[in-house]
């Protein structure tokens, strides 16, 4: 009778019959409240029966993706609560087999920081608890896999992981037909209802797809990055195609790849040409991003009878405002009032939340709006003394994966480098801290 129950479970803890079913149980998340619990049973006990292994590490990354879908009502919350009971059946575990790990110096300073600095910051219990929690689970992981004899090919299988999610929460968005209407033009985006951190989830799979050694076949990957691209263009963001441009051409440059870096300038120039000189119709991707662009060709102010909201500004900071549709605005908004009508001890060790509670309403802003400025809220949350030493201690980190590759030659290491390079590049666009894919990609 042990037989058949027996080869269930090895069924289940192949690699790939692993992925597919994490990956189906994620795509049809949020047909039906009562599959949707079905569907939590079955992810619940796939995990279970990959506690022991990898597994369970790269699935905590793979589902980040997932995670605004994965709503448990019966849980009070995402299944990421249900995943910490998962984490401390590992942990104890690991305590039992008396398991070795990384030392990770920076990593772990790191780790400290974001988590004191958390409880002056959180605005509930529960709150803090989800940030504690985050942080907690994503050091053991990265403490766990650096630790491992062959740590190359760790990260190897979790930037496929990475990669794989990603271009499923695209495709889970094109099943939803996830589109944010605009005026005349029509933006898509995956698992979360914003376009540009929908850009940001698709370059972070884009740069561990290059790494993502669970694909044997070449074309296989270049297929995954190739849609990965595709999703990235249909968000029409400019931030995040110029970033994704930006980064990929320091990317080329640090692997030693002159010629594909040359190669990308010049394709870009080809296809940012023809968007300004060919005409698109019809209220599509193409149409949409057009449009943005056009914007940067426009000197003189095109909303005049707007001009009062603005009534200090120079015609420079008006265009400025207007290219980066309104995050100038918001940027100098917050600044303001951290350096001016801030104290200096908040000023420099922080404990304000201008992105959750009732902190944000004491900033002048119109319509309430987020600061779209991870960097100035980090200021406000953690302090500037924190905030320099959590930058000061990701660019350790950043130089060790740089060396790791240079030593090894395996691009799994700059790949990691350059997922934490993307999410520090979106904190300039958007506010995404302290939220679960910002710290744990900042972590890894």
């Not at 561990?208 to 990235?232: D, E, H, P, Q, Y």
């Not at 040409?273 to 005409?279: D, E, M, N, R, Y």
């Not at 930058?391 to 934490?420: E, G, N, P, Q, V």
Request: charge should be positive; charged fraction near 15%.
């Amino acid at each position: 009778m042990e037989k058949p129950r027996s080869s269930v479970i090895a069924f289940f803890k192949k690699d790939w019959i692993f992925i597919i079913t994490m990956g189906a149980v994620a795509l049809a998340y949020g047909i039906h409240a009562y599959l949707d619990i079905a569907l939590t049973v079955v992810l619940f006990a796939l995990l279970l029966i990959n506690v022991k292994t990898n597994k369970l590490f790269y699935a905590y990354f793979a589902l980040i993706f997932f995670e605004p879908v994965l709503v448990v009502p019966i849980v009070g919350g995402t299944f990421f609560r249900l995943f910490y009971l998962l984490f401390f059946i590992r942990l104890i575990i690991d305590i039992i087999a008396k398991a070795k790990y990384q030392w990770d110096i920076p990593t772990i300073i790191l780790a400290v920081l974001l988590a004191v600095t958390a409880v002056f910051y959180s605005i509930s219990v529960s709150r803090l608890f989800s940030v504690v929690m985050n942080i907690l689970v994503v050091t053991y992981i990265m403490l766990s896999l650096k630790r491992q004899e062959n740590k190359s090919a760790a990260f190897g299988e979790l930037l496929t992981y990475i990669a794989v999610f990603a271009a499923l929460s695209g495709i889970y968005g094109l099943l939803q037909g996830n589109v944010n209407d605009k005026a005349d033009f029509v933006r898509l985006y995956g698992t979360i209802s914003d376009s540009n951190y929908s850009a940001m989830f698709y370059i972070i799979g884009l740069f561990a797809s290059f790494g993502a050694t669970m694909i044997k076949n070449t074309w296989g990957r270049v297929a995954l990055s190739a849609f990965l691209v595709l999703l990235l263009i249909t968000t029409v963001s400019i931030t995040g195609l110029a970033f994704a441009g930006f980064l990929i051409l320091l990317f080329l440059f640090f692997s030693g790849r002159a010629k594909p870096a040359l190669i990308v300038i010049l394709v870009g120039a080809i296809l940012i040409t023809a968007l300004f000189v060919i005409p698109f119709n019809g209220g599509g991707v193409l149409e949409g991003t057009q449009e943005k662009l056009n914007r940067f060709l426009v000197f003189d102010d095109p909303y005049p009878e707007f001009r009062y909201q603005y009534p200090n500004y120079s015609d420079l900071e008006l265009y400025i405002n207007r290219i980066t549709s309104g995050r100038y605005y918001l940027s100098k908004t917050y600044a303001i009032h951290l350096f001016i009508n801030t104290p200096l001890s908040q000023q420099l060790f922080g404990g304000n939340n201008p992105v959750e509670g009732g902190f944000r309403e004491l900033v002048p802003v119109r319509y309430g709006l987020v600061s779209h400025n991870s960097y100035i809220d980090m200021f406000f949350m953690m302090g500037m003394i924190g905030t320099a030493i959590m930058l000061i201690l990701i660019l350790i980190k950043l130089i060790r994966y740089y060396i790791d590759y240079k030593k090894s030659d395996d691009i799994a290491f700059l790949c990691i480098a350059f997922i934490t390079l993307t999410v520090l590049m979106f904190c300039m666009s958007i506010s995404i801290f302290p939220y679960r894919y910002t710290i744990a990609y900042l972590l890894i």
